[in-house]
């Protein structure tokens, strides 16, 4: 008997996205999948005193995934980081990137482009008002304390802090490119407009592309953004 056919295609200008559910992960998801970890892999999630499981079966999914793109049994997918930790398949064209909430594991999959994502639940309770002023861009600081309703102001943030989190990730730099390098607003339409500083080193910073999504699950709202950079414009599908 033949293996089933698992190669999954991606045309030229698509962006697949998947999403894992960390709190329902199928019962034989770990017995199944654990032997798929590398040495790396399974030495670091050693190191989890708590969220071990979350590691170990995001590895799992995503090493399932990726491997239906690239023709590879999941095992043997090699991964190195960029200086900044930005992990990418050895080998191969396609082009990935991960992100994890408490209940989500989103990855997002490309050809030809640069890849960031980042989900995040808006019922994090952080002091968003004090982060923003710390970290975000003048504009969307004025915006936000514009807000008077906690709850909008709260969801306005997290809106802003995933797309922002997708462009570093996209950029490969993260965290330390600085946030308030750029800058997101939304027309009535919710369409995202992004403006970014001069001393950011983008070649072709029209080529930067976002989309925004939520994700529900009971009463937890999550935010996802999806950064994009490429010559085309992007399709992005839900897988
Ligand atoms: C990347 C970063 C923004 C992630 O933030 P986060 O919201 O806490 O985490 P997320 O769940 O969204 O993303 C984590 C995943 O992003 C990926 N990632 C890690 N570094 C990345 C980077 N520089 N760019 C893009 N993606 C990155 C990894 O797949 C990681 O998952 P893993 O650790 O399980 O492999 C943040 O960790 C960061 O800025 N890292 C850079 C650190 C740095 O500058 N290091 C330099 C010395 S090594």
Redesign the pocket.
Known sequence: MTAPKTHLSLAENQIHLWRFNLETPPSDWQAKGRFLLSDDENERAAKFKRGGDD?IN?RIFMRRILAQYTDTPPQALIFDR??????FLRQSDIQF????SRQWAVLAVGLNCDL?I??ESTSDRRSILNIAQHYFHPNEIADLEKMSDKAEQQDYFFRLWTLK?SF??GL?????TGLDKMSFSFDHHQKITANFSPDLPLKTPNAWQFFQYQLHEASVKNWCAVAVRADFRAEVLWM
Do not use: A, Q, R
């Open positions: 590691y995001t960029n200086p900044y930790g930005k992990p990137n991960l992100s994890h960031g980042d989900v989190e570093v990730k490969g730099t993260g965290i330390s």
